[in-house]
């Protein structure tokens, strides 16, 4: 089965933010989303295919782009749907991708969808999560995993991340430690980079500022997958789980929500955490 869990909520710290992107003008949008990138002028009007003078007019605001343009251009930086919505309110025009609850009528076909994929992965651990990390679903492989969590780490709304590093979650427990710190804040730090989200900044800051779990000195295991993926190696009653974890999003979403949704499944990393979860080891 799988459980809807609460709304985000923004984390409380704030130190590191990545630059917003100013909401000012389109102009001031479009430099900052292509300084964001990396890019030139002269490199992003090739991109979207229109004059290097033009698209410095549309920075300094000296023209105003057409709807078609700001889409175009918004493409061409490959900016978010919501920094997309954002872009057209400033040029004037209105957001073109709508934002709806999942549990929305209207969005049933993709819960259903997203239930699928969660229950269709037993027996093994899956759940879906928002842009900021907050849980949105999950299978009922997880809850065991979480046996033992403090009850206040798990009040809605979950922020998974906060869950796996907080010294009162799950980093006590989570073998490789060091590793599995270095893999989250590493990644979590691109997607706020690339994302502009001060929120994500916020989340990555007090992440940063929890005490560094002291990993277990335990003999080195045999991974299927060592030295190809960073598994998660999670010690519960009965040993040790090792997982790999993938990611997976909606290919072509329209609609906000799905846009941010991520559904993080994990797979088995060796034939113990497989026998553990009730599969048989490979002939």
Do not use: K
């Not at 706020?192 to 080195?220: F, H, K, M, N, W």
């Amino acid at each position: 089965m799988c459980e809807v869990m609460a709304v985000p909520r923004a984390a409380r710290y704030t130190s590191f933010m990545p630059t917003p992107i100013p909401a000012a003008s389109a102009g001031t949008q479009l430099r900052g989303w292509r300084l964001r990138r990396r890019l030139s002028q002269l490199n992003l009007a090739l991109d979207a295919e229109i004059s290097a003078r033009h698209l410095s007019f549309l920075e300094t605001g000296r023209a105003q782009p057409s709807r078609e343009m700001v889409l175009r251009l918004a493409a061409a930086l490959e900016m978010p749907l919501r920094a997309r919505n954002d872009l057209l309110v400033a040029a004037g025009f209105a957001p073109v991708f709508r934002e709806r609850p999942l549990a929305d009528a209207s969005m049933t076909a993709a819960r259903r969808a997203v239930e699928r994929i969660l229950v269709g992965h037993l027996p093994f651990p899956a759940l879906a999560v928002d842009r900021h990390w907050n849980l949105v679903l999950a299978n009922d492989a997880v809850t065991p995993l979480l046996a033992g969590i403090d009850a206040d780490m798990l009040a809605p709304p979950i922020n998974v991340l906060r869950l796996s590093l907080h010294p009162r979650g799950l980093a006590p427990r989570i073998v490789n430690i060091a590793d599995w710190r270095a893999h989250i804040l590493a990644r979590l730090h691109r997607q706020a980079e690339l994302s502009g989200d001060p929120v994500l900044g916020s989340l990555l800051d007090e992440l940063r500022g929890y005490p560094v779990a002291v990993a277990e000195a335990t003999p080195e295991t045999a991974d299927d997958l060592a030295g190809i993926a960073m598994p998660l190696r999670l010690r519960v009653p009965g040993g040790v789980l090792s997982f790999v974890g993938t990611t997976t999003v909606f290919g072509t979403p329209v609609d906000l929500t799905l846009a941010e949704l991520a559904l993080e499944t994990f797979f088995p990393a060796d034939e113990a955490t497989a026998r553990a979860l009730g599969v048989g080891a490979r002939s």
